[in-house]
């Protein structure tokens, strides 16, 4: 099993920026074969969106949801995966969660993923 831990989220100012982190641990055989890893995130009463994922080679994908206000990184020699948020609005307000899988990025949509965290509140006020 692979477990995922976030951390970073918390209130912020619309405007300001957060960087979230996420640690993988657990299993090594399955950390290895983790070939994605990502970003979802939920607001109240909306569904799941996905945020950006990167995959083993260190390519990167944005979703729209966040597009241009992102950057995902991934340390994989430390099994952990970071978020900088920039230029947050209220509309960002949300749990964030740190998403892996042994699937490629390509082949996963942002209700799929096999590994998740607990997640991380981000709130956004005016």
């Known amino acids: 099993q692979v477990q995922l831990a976030e951390s970073g989220g918390g209130p912020v100012q619309a405007g300001g920026s957060l960087r979230l982190s996420c640690v993988a641990s657990g299993d090594s055989h399955n950390i290895e074969a983790i070939d994605c890893m990502g970003w979802v995130r939920q607001a109240p009463g909306k569904k799941r969106e996905g945020v950006a994922t990167v995959d083993i080679s260190g390519s990167k994908f944005y979703y729209n949801s966040m597009k241009g206000r992102v950057t995902v990184s991934k340390d994989r020699a430390k099994n952990t995966l970071s978020l900088q948020m920039n230029s947050l609005t209220p509309e960002d307000t949300a749990t964030y969660y740190c998403?892996?899988?042994?699937?490629?990025?390509?082949?996963?949509?942002?209700?799929?993923?096999?590994?998740w965290g607990q997640g991380t509140q981000v709130t956004v006020s005016l």
């Open positions: 998403v892996a899988d042994s699937r490629w990025c390509r082949d996963i949509g942002p209700d799929d993923f096999g590994y």
